[in-house]
Structure formats: C-alpha cells, structure tokens
C-alpha cells in the first residue's frame, strides 16, 4: 500500500469512530449538552482537556516555530503549560462548586448584572470564533497535504464531521470524541520523535536524546546544532533573540490567557465534585506536558537533521522528499548565485532557501525515512488535534448564544428541551460560520490567535480571580476592569500588530519594548487595578453574593 | 460551620497558593527566564542548565505543583471537615 492508500485508511477509521461515539453518547438533556450531565471521570477529562487545548498549532506548527526560534521557542511552551498551575490553583475548583454551565453563567451571577454578563458573552464569542477559523483551516490544510484534495473540500469533509457529533452529542459527545482523539494524536506525535530519537542519539525517549550525544560519537546534540547554527551565521540555538522584557510579558500572557479560555475553563464544569476538577486539572496538565516536553526535542532533531541534509549540498543530489515537499511550496529553493548548491544561511542577501515551519512536523516521518504508515498517521493525528479543538469551541459558541443571551437574557421561562433544540441550532450556525471562515480566512487569522489570548488574559481572568479571591469586588468594579483591559488590549493591537490604526508601525513603536503578544499582561495588570479602585469607591455587593463566595471556597458546604 | 474554623480552612488554603505559586514563578520565569544566562554556564548532560529549565524542567515541575496541590488539599478538606462524601 502507498502513503495515499495508508492516509485514507486511517482517517477512515478514525472518522468511523467518532461517529460511532457521537451516536453512542447522544445528548438528552441542556446539562448532558453544555456539561455532559457533570458525570465525567476524571482521568477521562483530563484526556479530553489536552485534546482540546491542543490545537492544529500545538500539533503542526509548535515543533516547527520551536525548531526556528530557538531557546525563544520557551515563551509557547512554559506559557501553554504554566496556565495549568493557575487553572489548577486558581480557578478549576472554585467554578466546579459554583456548578453552572459557562463562564459568562459565572460572571453574570457573581457581579449580579446582566452587563457583566453580555461583556463576558461577547468577550467568549470573540475569542472562540478567533480560534475556531485557524482550526478548520488546519483541517483543509491537512486534507489537502496528504490526501491531495483541494483546501476547501477538506474543510467542508472537517464541518460535517464536527457537525455530526457537536450536534448530535454536545458536551458529552465532544468529551467522548475527545478522548478518543488524544490517544490518536499523541500516539502519531511520539512515535516518530522516538524513532528519530533512535536514529539520531540512540536515545528512545526524546526528552533525554534531546541532552544527549550525537549518534557515534562524543559530541552533545545541542553542542552540535548551535555549533552548525555559528557555522551559518545564525545565533546560537540554546540562545535567544527576544528582549529579555518581551520573553517575561508574553510568558505571561500566555500563561494567564490559558487559564481564562473559555472553552478550557467549561471542561471543568463536567466533572462530579471539586476534588475532581483539580485532580483533573493535574491529568489533563500530564498528558499535555507528554507532547509540551517532546515538541522542543523534535524542533532541535529536525533542525540538526535537516541543516545536515541540505545545507551546502549539491542540488540535483538532494533526497526525494525535499522534491516532493517543493511542490507543496513548503520548501523553496532559488539558486541565486546559480551554482547548484544549496546556501541556507542566516544572511537574507545570499540565503537560497526558505522553509515552511510546518515541514518540521509534516515531512519528519518522511526526512527520517519512517514507512508509509507513519506518515499516514501523522496526517490522521494532525485532523484529531484540528477536530478536537474546533469542537470544543463550537460548544462554547453555541452555550453563549442558547444559555447565556437566549435563556438568561431573553426567554427566561424557556423549557430545558427547546433550550436543548436552540443550544443544537446555535451549533449548527456556528459550524456554519467557522466553515465560511475556513474557505475564507481573513488575512489576519495568525495576528489574531495571539489577540485570543491577549483578551482572554485582560478580560476573563482578573475578573474570575477577583471573584473568587476578593469578596469585595462589586459589579462597577468588575464591569470597568474588563472594559479597560479589553479597550487597551484591542487597541494595542489594532495599532501594533494589524496597523488599522495610524498606519504601519516597527518594534520601536512598542511600549516598554512590549510586543503585541505580550500586551496581555499590560492589560490584565489595569485591568485588576481599575477593577480594585473603581470597587473602593461603590457600593459593596449585595449580602446573597457574598454568600455564594463564601459557599464557592468550601467544597462542602 | 463555625465561622472560626471556615477562616483558618480559608487561610490555610491561601499560604498553599503563595508557596506553590512562588515555586511556580521561581522555575519558570526564575530559572527559565531572568536567571538563565546564569544558569546556562552549568550543563546537566547536553543541556545548559537554563536552557534546559526553560524548554523542559519548568514543565516537569508544574506536573509536580498541581499533585502536590492535590494532596495537600485532600488533606485540609478532611481536616476541616468540608470534604465531599462520595456519590
């Protein structure tokens, strides 16, 4: 069998199979649908959390970006992973007591308002909507890499299947699939980075072979690969380029924005008891921590291999799949001073080589020369990591519209099984939309994955934390914190990152040196400082919702 | 409850958070971040020490926190009597 045959095989079964759990785990009421009736096992959440947290990037990309950037690349992975700790600490068992269905539902009882309530609803549409179109374009992506069918055909096979089994199952389908979807793609992450492990240090765990010597002899890999990095005139690979400040704010950033995602934060609503949602919280931190620790070993493999592979080699006897990627124009040679051989240097002027970070991931199995199977599942592990993610923000978009606007907002008396049929109409709709964005995708789709979590960072979570650890903390408060970290957050980037404002602008332009990536911190810090001041100057909040914080620090009780 | 002893369950719970949100902060922004340069002179295996907190070690100790958490917690919500009966 070739790579084709193997591909459709595998996404095959996969698919099967997530259909099979979908009509297995049918939503029959609005708790089965937003939570999963609040009965998942722990460990089964834990696995469902990770496969929703990584995405077509953490999967494709991160490995990548880490093999380009260096020692830099530690901003994604202590900030994706350090989230973790404050969901863990912070947040995850406190809302598992509070015991509703989303965070808006939190934000709007806590600050007794039904403004805080819309500023949150809009604040969770925006960034899942955000997301959702980057994850049915990996879905296109991948269809169209592997299986050579066009962009737009892999997206509408990627809605159809998420539209089967989100609307069909909501929060208990999604948990089921997602399950499912973590053991396929960990099992196509790790095993290439072993065997490439293997060939490279001898080495079968990759986070060891990645400190360890070079295959035959008694160099260290890292000492090679920085030693090839001065060689080509780029900064030494354990090195960085980033200003000092800008690793610190957008570490932070990203730390922070992790644990105010909405659709990470609903996870655990699904579990039984609060015990559950932190144990829970440390599970799902386990079996991310399993790709988090491998992605940075892959990126200094692929590096090492692929440097060695190419660099300084005649043209005419590079190995097949550097041809083979070319087509995809992922790999791209020009041979400016035309003599046949390969300069990859770090110098743009006489630099004949430009490399897609995605390769890093795609193409390893195939520059590691694994069988054809491998590089079919690859493909079937990038389409879990896309489907997973996608569908766990499809919910999150479709309880904001069904619970949060519909039913506590317009037709309170609305019965719980028209409140399931609109909660299944908005998901509907929301595939829709996520697919238009996938055919479609606005020119900015990467500048605003980084504004996701910059506004989740700056609106969600100084306002959940204050809620749970300052009782206070009133509505005024609250409602101006997240106006102030959300306007300042937005305009940062509209002026910085995508230029609507006031035209083009260079690193010079930043505040303090802040990229917009780490503007999220500036803003969840006014944030937290106007919600506090503004509460010093009101009324304080009504004795019931004092009440329901007490309740929320104790399990019991 | 008895108010007392709901405020000593509730301080409690906040010296936990300082000591494992300040471990939090020293490997990841600490060593990670501020102090590697300084902590790249070492190497453990092929690793400069700072390089290897920041891509590696820094994850690892985060897994740590969040069971440790778990522990302690399990053990304060029997002490205090909140602990959740099973279903």
């Known amino acids: 069998m070739d790579v084709q045959a193997w591909t459709y095989l595998l996404v095959g079964i996969t698919f099967a199979l997530y259909i099979g759990i979908a009509i297995w785990s049918r939503a029959g009421s609005t708790s089965d649908f937003y939570v999963a009736g609040g009965g998942v096992h722990p460990l089964a959440n834990g696995m469902a959390t990770a496969a929703d947290w990584m995405s077509a990037a953490s999967f494709i990309s991160m490995a990548g970006i880490i093999s380009f950037a260096g020692y830099d690349g530690a901003v994604y992975l202590m900030g994706w992973t350090g989230g973790y700790v404050l969901l863990a600490l912070l947040l995850a068992p406190y809302l598992r007591k509070f015991g509703k269905f989303t965070v808006p539902d939190f934000i709007g009882d806590r600050y007794y308002s039904n403004t805080a309530r819309t500023v949150a609803v809009i604040c969770a549409l925006f960034v899942s909507f955000t997301y959702v179109a980057g994850q049915m374009r990996g879905v296109g992506v991948v269809f169209s890499r592997f299986l050579e069918v066009d962009i737009n055909t892999g997206v509408y096979i990627g809605m159809f299947i998420v539209f089967v089994y989100a609307v069909l199952g909501g929060m208990k389908g999604i948990t089921y699939t997602q399950v499912a979807q973590y053991v396929i793609l960990i099992f196509a992450f790790m095993l290439p980075a072993i065997f490439i492990s293997i060939q490279l240090t001898n080495n079968p765990i990759p986070q060891l072979g990645f400190g360890d010597t070079v295959a035959g002899s008694n160099t260290y890999l890292l000492d090679k690969l920085n030693g090839l990095h001065t060689e080509l005139g780029f900064n030494e690979y354990t090195d960085g380029n980033k200003s000092l400040i800008d690793v610190l704010f957008i570490t932070f950033a990203l730390m922070v924005g992790t644990a105010g995602l909405p659709h990470v934060i609903v996870r655990f609503f699904t579990v039984p008891r609060v015990k559950d949602a932190r144990i829970s919280a440390g599970y799902a931190l386990v079996f991310i921590a399993i790709l988090y620790t491998t992605a940075p070993a892959v990126a200094a493999f692929a590096r090492t291999n692929l440097i060695e592979t190419v660099s300084n080699k005649s043209y005419n006897q590079l190995p097949d799949w550097f041809a083979n990627w070319e087509t995809t124009g992922l790999l791209q040679f020009d041979d400016k001073n035309e003599d046949g051989v390969v300069q990859y240097v770090a110098d743009p002027e006489v630099n004949e080589l430009t490399i897609d970070r995605d390769i890093m991931v795609l193409a390893n199995p195939e520059i590691a020369n694994l069988p054809d199977w491998v590089v079919a599942l690859v493909a079937a592990g990038g389409l879990a990591a896309a489907l997973s993610t996608a569908a766990g923000l499809l919910l999150v978009i479709s309880t904001s519209v069904s619970h949060d606007l519909v039913k506590k907002q317009f037709m309170p008396d609305l019965s719980d099984k028209s409140e399931l049929w609109i909660a299944r109409g908005a998901a509907v709709f929301a595939v829709l939309i996520a697919g238009y964005f996938g055919i479609n995708p606005p020119g900015f789709v990467a500048a605003v994955v980084a504004l996701a979590f910059g506004l989740a960072a700056a609106s969600f979570f100084p306002a959940i934390i204050l809620g749970i650890f300052y009782k206070r903390m009133n509505k005024e408060g609250a409602i101006a914190g997240m106006l102030v970290g959300l306007g300042i957050t937005l305009f940062y980037m509209m002026r910085y990152k995508l230029g609507w404002i006031g035209g083009e602008t260079t690193p010079e332009d930043w505040w303090f040196g802040i990229s917009p990536e780490g503007f999220g911190t500036v803003g969840m810090i006014l944030n937290f400082i106007v919600a506090m001041l503004v509460s010093r100057f009101t009324a304080a909040p009504p004795k019931e919702v004092q009440e329901i914080v007490d309740s929320i620090r104790y399990p019991r009780a | ?87």
């Open chain 2, 1 to 87: 409850m008895k108010n007392d002893s709901m405020k000593k369950y509730w301080q409690k719970n906040l010296s936990y958070l300082a000591i494992l949100l300040t471990i939090w902060f020293l490997v990841s922004f600490g060593c990670g971040i501020l102090l590697a340069d300084q902590l790249n002179q070492f190497k453990i295996g092929g690793f400069p020490l700072g390089f290897w907190f920041a891509q590696q070690g820094a994850i690892y100790v985060f897994v740590v926190l969040i069971f440790v958490y778990v522990w302690l917690m399990n053990r304060l919500d029997k002490k205090f009597d909140v602990d959740e009966k099973p279903e």
